[in-house]
């Protein structure tokens, strides 16, 4: 027998022991019972001399599976089998007293031996379910008792009744033995599932953990190509040289676009993706949309957005929103080469309250009612054809209805072939009584470069983009390699932000900064920058419970990282962290 094999068994017994355990003053208390009942259908010594070696062998068996009930050491073979006699013994000895009953010859006293063994089968097969290793050990005898016993009689005694009820015990013998197999097959697929759903969830977590470092990896040189090619964008460049450094651009973005579908996508699959609920100017959000998208829409397309009828100020998750509207203007794009595309929307009263509708209309390919509903599917596309002549992974709508169905709302699309689609995008409308302000106070801070900037960095293109991004502006940029080096250099002297890496060698951004922050150093209320590749929510749980709000994701933009540092060292009011 092998290791594994042997840990099985012992798994087993341990399950039976714990269960018999807990069954002990039950049994015994149901035994009492039973003594009582035999010492008044039988007065004299027999019930209470079996009440006392039930007693004892009940106490025996329970001090043979203490070892399982106490530790998960491993046991000898010899006190498996020990156990297993004992519990057969004790099964044999309780059912015991209704032989003495039925051979009393009273009808009173059959038919009571019949109940309690009848009983003992029901409460042995309810207790030891889960554990049917142990069942062929206490449903045996009280079993064999219930067939034996009226063929003996029927054998000694061969009176028609005796010989009716001896078939009917037969016939209840083969109904009890089916129930039995009925439970070893339903236990046998709990089993399974229970296996099945420990695999899930252990790929699951495999899943999570490989892109979470794929993140990391491909955000880490996608920060430099990103930033590079911002820097690049500053520079006197020729024509030429800024066709290629807008192709660099571009080619960042799909690609940046790919890695957040795809983990979005394991996100909400594995139920750990979340919306957030603040306030934004809902006409302004989608005028940048349409700006935005109008610019790559195809020559002699018109994206035309219309606001009338919408509402100002709105509570749901923007970043979740702008995303849903930009896949939708996105997927527009892609399918119109000739007409329009139109961005519209507004307010409907339904059953739940006022409903916020936002519909993109476009005059391209459109589907039919079949194909409409398969976009929906993760990595669908309308045909094979289209990831060629478009690109795409197909996850773009997929994720969009997920998130409209996570925000209250849904997303729906009707289209005919040759006639162009209209996505409906609804969802609850939570009004707002105050302007958020916090963006625009982001995108206009003024930038003022004598800063002094402390950068924990472990990759050293990434240090050096960084300094490419600050030092030229004026700023002073100290290099930490690691979290333990940040801490000691934020103990010397004050610096005016941090900016910290999550993945370091030696001591990780988290850590350092909950160092820092415990420290009396002068940078224990130095605004901490989280800059860094680890773009999941549990990431920025982490960075949230060692004081750190801001979160920035790499690859990072030189506009959006100047304006975060901005927002940071500004005075108050303007000194509230902000999100990214």
């Known amino acids: ?40 259908l039988a007065p004299g010594f027999t019930a209470p001399a079996w009440f006392a070696a039930v007693m004892l062998f009940q106490g025996l068996d329970h001090l043979i599976s203490a070892p399982w009930r106490q530790s998960d050491r491993r046991l000898s073979r010899v006190r498996r089998w020990a156990y297993l006699i004992s519990m057969t013994f004790n099964a044999f000895l309780y059912s015991a007293l209704a032989v ?32 049917p290793r142990a069942l062929p050990a206490v449903l045996g005898p009280p079993a064999l008792y219930i067939v034996s016993l009226p063929l003996i009689t029927g054998v000694i005694s061969p009176e028609p009744d005796m010989l009716k009820m001896a078939l009917i015990s037969c016939g209840g013998a083969v109904y009890v033995l089916h129930a039995l197999m009925a439970v070893k097959r339903i236990w046998t697929t709990n089993r399974q599932m229970e296996a099945a759903v420990a695999d899930a969830q252990r790929a699951n977590a495999a899943k999570s953990d490989f892109l979470a470092t794929i993140s990391h990896e491909i955000r880490t040189p996608m920060n430099a190509v990103v930033a590079a090619g911002g820097l690049l964008r500053r520079t006197e460049l020729t024509a030429e040289q800024a066709g290629h450094v807008d192709m660099l651009g571009n080619a960042s973005e799909v690609l940046l676009g790919l890695l957040n579908d795809v983990l979005d996508l394991s996100r909400i699959e594995s139920g750990k993706l979340e919306v957030d609920s603040a306030p934004f100017e809902l006409v302004e959000k989608l005028s940048a949309a349409a700006r935005l998208w109008s610019a790559k829409a195809a020559d002699g397309v018109v994206l035309r957005f219309e606001p009338v009828g919408l509402p100002g100020l709105i509570v749901t998750d923007p970043l979740r929103f702008q995303q849903v509207i930009s896949n939708l203007l996105s997927n527009a794009t892609k399918f119109t080469r000739q007409g329009q595309i139109v961005l519209r929307g ?12 936002i519909e993109v209309a476009d005059t391209g390919c459109g589907m039919d009612p079949a194909t409409a509903e398969r976009v929906f599917g993760s990595f669908e596309q309308a045909s094979s054809g289209v990831t060629r002549l478009h690109g795409g992974t197909g996850l773009g709508l997929a994720i969009s209805r997920r998130l409209a ?47 002094r900037v402390l950068l924990a960095e472990d990759h050293p293109v990434n240090q050096q983009i960084v300094r490419l991004m600050l030092e030229p502006l004026g700023a002073e940029v100290t290099v930490a390699k690691d979290g333990a080096e940040a801490v000691a250099l934020a103990g010397e002297r004050a610096f005016d932000v941090i900016l910290m890496d999550m993945q370091m060698p030696v001591m990780g951004g988290v850590e350092a900064t909950a160092y820092i922050r415990a420290g009396a150093g002068p940078n224990a209320d130095t605004p901490i920058l989280a800059l860094t590749a680890n773009a999941l929510s549990e990431h920025r749980a982490q960075w949230a419970a060692v004081g750190v709000d801001t979160f920035i994701t790499k690859p990072v933009e030189v506009h959006v990282l100047l304006a975060h540092i901005a927002a940071a060292v500004a005075p108050a009011p303007q000194a509230e962290r902000i999100s990214a």
């Open 1 to 40: 027998m092998t290791d594994a094999e042997d840990c099985r068994r012992d798994a087993a017994y341990r399950a039976i022991a714990a269960i018999r355990g807990k069954d002990l003053i039950p049994r015994v208390a149901f035994g009492a019972f039973i003594g009582l009942i035999g010492w008044m």
């Open 100 to 131: 003495i009953l039925w051979f009393q010859g009273t009808a009173v006293g059959m038919a009571f031996a019949l109940l309690a063994l009848c009983g003992s089968i029901i409460n042995n097969a309810l207790q030891m379910a889960q554990t």
């Open 346 to 357: 507004g307010r409907a009263s339904g059953p739940d309250g006022e409903r916020l509708w």
């Open 405 to 451: 169905r996570l925000m209250g709302g849904d997303l729906t699309v009707v289209s005919r072939p040759g006639q162009g689609s209209v996505f409906s995008f609804v969802i609850p409308l939570r009004m707002a009584q105050a302007a958020p302000g916090l963006d625009h106070q982001a995108e206009a801070a003024d930038w003022d470069g004598a800063v």
